[in-house]
């Protein structure tokens, strides 16, 4: 069964800083590679996602993620935080099941923007 | 486009009392996926819907959770009886087709507490 793996479940950078959020997976097939943010009491919001086209993927708001095969990576980044950008983040890796799939998704990673 | 609908957004019970949650998803959008989601963790799929036909139910607790999707459109998610371990947020999402690399759409989520 695949996994996703999330380095820090809490991330702090101050407003104008680069964001970095660490997603790794393990998987024996190339995967289909999500990131979904998740604002205070709403559910959860597409940012990009990767599908086996350019491995540089952009997304929404500023975000970008970067497909490294052979780190089994999918980390997620910005340049310069708004405070905004405050959220909680999950990477997410879709999972064959049969004639299905699924999306199996990490713990989360909160980020904090400070002024 | 409307987005994915649910309610209620909150409810409280106590333990041992039965409750239901309700989703309309995007129109058009043949699977329909309930998620139980714990503070402090990422979802978990408790059963995926296609069209009106169950997919995937392996991590709903039968002896207690149910869910039906008559027609293929609509859905409810009963909890019946309660424990105080189902405190959590219910999430509904809905993709056009169920595909790997389809993009999953969330409803904003039933905030529940078990006392």
């Known amino acids: 069964a695949q996994s996703v793996t999330q380095l820090g479940s809490h991330v702090s950078v101050s407003e104008g800083a680069l964001v970095l959020l660490r997603c790794n997976y393990s998987?024996?097939?190339?995967?289909?590679l999500f990131w979904y943010v998740q604002y205070p009491n709403q559910g959860l919001q597409l940012l990009l996602k990767?599908?086996?086209?350019a491995t540089l993927v952009k997304g929404i708001n500023g975000f970008e993620a970067e497909f490294k095969k052979s780190e089994t990576s999918f980390h997620l980044t910005k340049p310069s935080a708004h405070m905004s950008d405050a959220a909680e983040y999950f990477c997410?890796?879709?999972?064959?099941?049969?004639?299905?799939?699924?999306?199996?998704w990490g713990l989360g990673t909160s980020l904090a923007v400070n002024p | 486009e409307a987005g994915v609908a649910q309610s209620p957004r909150y409810k409280i019970i106590e333990k041992r009392q039965s409750v239901a949650f309700w989703c309309n998803p995007i129109?058009?959008?043949?699977?329909l996926y309930w998620y139980q989601q714990i503070l402090g963790q990422g979802p978990k799929l408790l059963i995926q819907?296609?069209?009106?036909?169950?997919?995937?139910d392996s991590q709903l607790p039968k002896d207690r959770f149910s869910a039906e999707r008559l027609k293929g459109v609509d859905s409810t998610l009963k909890i019946q009886p309660a424990k105080l371990e189902d405190s959590a947020v219910y999430l509904c999402?809905?993709?056009?087709?169920?595909?790997?690399?389809?993009?999953?759409?969330f409803g904003p989520g039933t905030r529940l507490l078990v006392l």
């Open positions: 998987s024996s097939v190339p995967p289909y």
């Open positions: 819907f296609q069209n009106n036909g169950v997919v995937d």
């Open positions: 129109s058009g959008h043949a699977t």
């Open positions: 997410a890796v879709s999972e064959e099941a049969g004639n299905n799939r699924k999306l199996i």
């Open positions: 990767y599908t086996s086209a």
């Open positions: 999402a809905s993709s056009q087709q169920g595909r790997g690399q389809e993009t999953q759409y």
